[in-house]
């Protein structure tokens, strides 16, 4: 019996092994904060279901970087899966896809004006994508709905029914194009972009594009640039344009494929990671008069971007910004280039950075 | 001193321990019936791969509903459980992944074809024999050879599969209690011809599954729902004995279930509306002769087929639901000899053909058929103070999909060798242990074909396997028993099969990517004291310290960092009491931090958790017939916890058990 309470006594011994490792802990924040009001927003999207998309806020004057800026600012976090960030009249504006809320955020300090919740009875309609025109914002959600959002109340005034899964809106002539992926439906894509008229406020055409339509923007002569990312099997990627005057597809690109693009003051930015070449990618500059390709590699230095992610024009500096996901489950980075091409600076973010948005107090676009 | 000294001395230390030699004690049972195994706990002190078993009595007193809960208490084991009755529970051993690890009810394979892991939740806790894990490989030579081909094995077994010690031939009870369980079972064996035995294991589950918890990410109480399960298990076997040492026996296996997927816990969206139902069943025909003198042998025929149906209302799609179903089948021969050359050196032989096909109605399936083709040979030497044992497994496998329309061959050799040596002639008994093993896992059908994510060109995924122990048994006429072990052992994988992005986060892509260094320390310590009066006690505990680090790419910046979900430390410990017809049991796991992704930061980092149960019980007999009760709080200290990030576990759950045998 002894022997046996001795070993009982022994027991605790194991419990000398335990937690020789302490956890990490968490990162502070508070300290180090200072507002020049001039800065870049970074949405990170975070990984789907972990509820780790954050936001990163870059100070051009300090140079330092705040992720989480959001919880930082506001005291919880941002949610699950960050899909699109856009700034308009001083307000960030966020789509959050997983949580299905819009957060709406006052763009100097990074504080929640409005988190506005986007279900449908219970179901979550899913955020995706935000462009704006005359002081509404106009949200497309997976459900295959775009809301009109007036951006003094933050009320969502009305929902507008287009094709499946939207995941692309921009504004231009007074009308508002939404692109219909039908993503979900996967083999079976849809291939439109939806025109709705501001005046009516109702879908009035869809134009017929390649399969599973996705980012789309607008140049400065009205011109609607988007892209279609195909069937991820024998149809390409590829950049179309569409005259906002007679709403029909004017051009397609076919020489090149494009993933993802931006566009600048005169360029469009577009790259593409062909995966089977071992998915290096270059960035194109193309000239948005001529539409002929003047950089095959915008990138002009050496630095190498190994999983670009998002990329980003500011019009006003010609700086481009282009994310860098790593490995898609780990920190990311922003690099920031001079309209030349070469590396201003870097800076790490949150998790699979992607939507970008520069800020400056006084002069805002 | 040099090595040459150290190993000169070695020579002569273990010379010297020879010349004193007593007669082994424990070696007397043979190994030819699985069976005996179940009911031989020595052979956990003496075995040369590191073996680890829990018998009916200590399952007893854990607390749980599946054998998942029992497993958590192993030394090195790691479950991914999702939470909840329903939540999926697989199992890690020693760092590797779920698929390098196979599962065996009753003899019969679990593992599913198209994800390679296995749902411990499947199976009921209640009315199991044993559970016992093996590193490497069991130590039965007469076994299929699918036993020898992953790196580790646990094998389950259940109650009327298995002879009862105290003759209990049906047993019937309840255990309900919190979540809105209840959980009726029954089993019974009996002789229905002369030498004819027939025995039926059954059991019913259904909660509504619902639990409070705090939501880990905005503190919130909360209340998860869409978690409720109905499941039914049901097995039954005909044996009938043909002679001394051999018989014939038909089983089938039934299981049947409806369950919500409460899924992950989204911040500011509650919406949950995923449903899975599974229905598989399994048919089996074998013959075995094992007498110990002569060439035993074992025949196995298995039919098995298993269907899910996954549905996700209001989904965002056309049809407004995602309805998805999938069917496997399986059609497994397998033909194992075990000849003894003398009375010291057995070989064995194993050859197991297996042909599995994977169809769903998901667009554009590939529709893949497999066919395996696994052999083994084996010889064990069993004399005094040594125990060697040497496998060689030959792998072929040959896949067809309709979409590639090619075919793809792997093959592999795949050796193992272990040995185990006593040092010391007396009590305490020591004993040295070392294993090797080179065993790769083939990809799954989802790894290779699962739409747009799968990649036809995948390699199998490889992992060595060493482990250096020592082992100590000291009994004292059963008045007092211990024993214990220390292991370090080192892993390493290659090619280790991967998700990744491609072109976005919609479109990933299985890759042969990954390579891990695995290092770790198990150290195990159990103990009986029995005085013989009315009083009885016992204990255990197990302490696990793994560093798992991923070395696939020295710029990556989780260059050497712990690969997701494995803990750097686990603990499990257990102490239990009896007193006449009273007996009381106590056991706590702790899990340190882990990490959900691959890069160590604090963002990543689930915290660490302790987890303790409580069981009480009560049994008395009138006539022939033994009434059992029994108490059990789950979670004591209402632990709020994840496993897995965004799955939350239940807090402190009451159970209450009754049960009768006779």
């Not at chain 2, 030819?32 to 829990?54: C, D, K, Y």
């Not at chain 2, 009381?584 to 691959?598: E, I, K, P, T």
Request: charge should be negative.
């Amino acid at each position: 019996m002894k022997t046996f309470l001795k070993l009982f006594i022994l027991l605790p011994v194991f419990a000398i092994f335990i937690s020789c490792e302490k956890e990490p802990e968490a990162p502070d924040n508070s300290d180090d904060i200072t507002l020049s009001g001039k800065g870049i927003y970074v949405l990170n999207e975070g990984l789907f279901n972990m509820n780790n998309s954050t936001l990163t806020w870059y100070d051009f004057e300090t140079e330092q970087e705040v992720t989480d800026w959001f919880e930082t600012q506001n005291d919880r976090k941002l949610g699950d899966t960050g899909n699109d960030l856009k700034i308009y009249g001083g307000k960030v504006y966020i789509m959050m896809s997983g949580s299905s809320q819009v957060e709406v955020l006052n763009a100097s300090n990074g504080k929640s004006l409005m988190q506005i919740p986007f279900f449908d009875g219970e179901i979550p309609r899913q955020p995706r994508s935000v462009a704006f025109l005359h002081n509404k914002a106009f949200v497309c959600s997976f459900d295959g709905t775009v809301a009109v959002i007036d951006t003094t109340s933050l009320q969502i005034e009305k929902y507008i029914s287009v094709g499946r899964n939207p995941d692309g809106i921009t504004t231009s002539n007074n009308k508002i194009y939404v692109a219909n992926s039908g993503g979900l439906d996967f083999p079976n894509y849809d291939n439109t972009v939806s025109v709705i008229h501001f005046d009516t406020m109702e879908e009035t055409k869809k134009i017929t594009v390649g399969s599973n339509p996705y980012t789309l923007e607008t140049d400065e002569n009205g011109n609607v640039y988007v892209i279609s990312r195909g069937n991820y099997d024998d149809e390409g990627m590829f950049l179309h344009i569409i005259d906002s005057q007679s709403d029909e597809l004017i051009h397609t690109f076919t020489d090149f494929q494009a993933m993802n693009f931006t566009l600048g003051k005169n360029l469009a930015y577009v790259y593409h990671i062909d995966w089977m070449s071992g998915g290096i990618a270059s960035i194109m500059a193309i000239d948005l008069e001529t539409r002929a390709v003047v950089s095959e590699n915008f990138i002009n230095d050496d630095t190498e971007i190994e999983s670009i992610y998002g990329i980003y024009a500011d019009k006003t500096t010609g700086e481009v910004f282009i994310s860098d996901a790593k490995g898609f489950v780990s920190t990311g980075m922003v690099y920031c280039f001079d309209s030349n091409g070469n590396k201003k600076y870097s800076f790490p973010t949150g998790l699979n950075p992607g939507a970008m948005g520069v800020y400056y107090t006084q002069s805002e676009k | 001193m040099s090595v040459k000294h150290l190993l000169a001395f070695f020579i002569i230390l273990t010379g010297f321990f020879k010349v004193f030699a007593w007669q082994e004690p424990v070696d007397t049972v043979r190994l030819g019936e699985v069976i005996v195994i179940a009911g031989h706990p020595t052979l956990q002190q003496r075995s040369p791969v590191p073996m680890q078993q829990m018998l009916s009595p200590n399952l007893a007193i854990i607390s749980g509903a599946s054998a998942a809960e029992a497993l958590r208490n192993f030394g090195g084991v790691t479950i991914k459980d999702y939470g909840g009755i329903g939540g999926l529970k697989t199992v890690m051993v020693r760092s590797l992944g779920a698929n390098h690890t196979s599962v065996m009810l009753d003899g019969i394979p679990l593992n599913d074809a198209a994800t390679g892991q296995t749902d411990l939740g499947k199976i009921p806790l209640i009315n199991l024999e044993s559970i016992t894990l093996f590193v490497g490989q069991p130590l039965h030579l007469l076994q299929p050879a699918r036993f020898y081909a992953s790196a580790n094995v646990i094998d389950i077994r259940t109650k009327p599969f298995s002879p009862d010690e105290n003759d209990i031939k049906t047993r019937a009870g309840i255990r309900s209690g919190s979540f809105g369980i209840i959980n009726p079972f029954f089993s019974t064996n009996a002789e229905v011809f002369k030498n004819t035995n027939a025995g039926i294991n059954f059991s019913y589950t259904s909660a509504h599954g619902e639990y409070t918890f705090q939501n880990p990410y905005s503190s919130e109480q909360q209340i998860r729902t869409n978690s409720d399960i109905e499941a039914m298990n049901t097995s039954v076997y005909l044996r009938h004995r043909l002679k001394e040492h051999s018989y014939l026996q038909i089983d089938a296996w039934y299981y049947n279930s409806e369950r919500g997927l409460p899924g992950a816990v989204i911040l500011y969206n509650t919406h949950t509306s995923q449903r899975l139902w599974n229905e598989d069943f399994s048919v089996n025909l074998r013959y075995e002769n094992s007498h110990p003198e002569k060439l035993q042998m074992l025949s196995l025929a298995r039919f098995s087929n298993a269907w899910l149906h996954y549905l996700e209302k209001n989904y965002l799609n056309q049809q407004g639901q995602l309805s998805n179903t999938f069917s496997q089948q399986e059609y497994y021969f397998s033909q194992a000899f075990v000849y003894p050359l003398n009375s010291d050196l057995k070989v064995s032989m194993a050859s197991d053909l297996f042909i599995n096909s994977l169809d769903s109605n998901l667009p554009g399936f590939a529709e893949p058929l497999r066919y395996s083709w696994l052999t083994n040979l084996g010889a064990r030497y069993e004399r005094n103070r040594l125990y060697a044992q040497a496998n060689l497994l030959s792998t072929l496998v040959n896949d067809q999909a309709q979409q590639s329309q090619s075919t793809a061959t792997q093959s592999a050799l795949s050796p193992s060798f272990s040995l185990a040596y006593r040092l010391t002639s007396s009590e305490p008994l020591l004993r040295l242990r070392f294993m090797y093993k080179n065993i790769f896992r083939m990809p799954t059908f989802n790894d290779l074909y699962f739409a747009r994510v799968g990649n036809p060109d995948l390699r199998p995924e490889y992992a060595q396997q060493f482990n250096l122990g020592m082992m100590a048994g000291y009994d004292r006429n059963g008045f007092l028993s211990l024993s214990g072990s220390a292991d370090i052992f080192y892993n390493a994988v290659k090619d280790k099969i991967l998700a990744i992005p491609t072109q976005n986060l919609f479109v990933w892509s299985m890759q042969n990517i990954g390579k891990v260094d695995i290092r770790g320390l198990e150290l195990q310590l159990q103990g009986q004291y029995n005085p013989g009066s009315s009083f009885a006690a016992g204990f255990f505990a197990n302490y696990t310290l793994q560093r798992a680090i991923d070395i696939t790419r020295d710029n990556a910046s989780w260059y050497r960092h712990q690969i997701p979900y494995i803990p750097r430390e686990s603990f499990s410990g257990g102490i239990n009491f009896e007193y006449e017809n009273f007996s009381l049991g106590f056991n706590s796991l702790f899990n340190g931090h882990r990490y959900v992704l691959a890069e160590n930061i604090y963002q990543n980092m689930l915290p660490s958790w302790w987890h303790h149960d409580v069981v009480a019980g009560y049994q008395f007999r009138t006539g022939k017939t033994i009434f059992q009760i029994r108490f059990e709080v789950n979670n004591l200290l209402d632990r709020q916890y994840e496993v897995i990030r965004s799955f939350p576990m239940p807090g402190r759950g009451y159970f209450v058990r009754v049960e009768a045998g006779f």
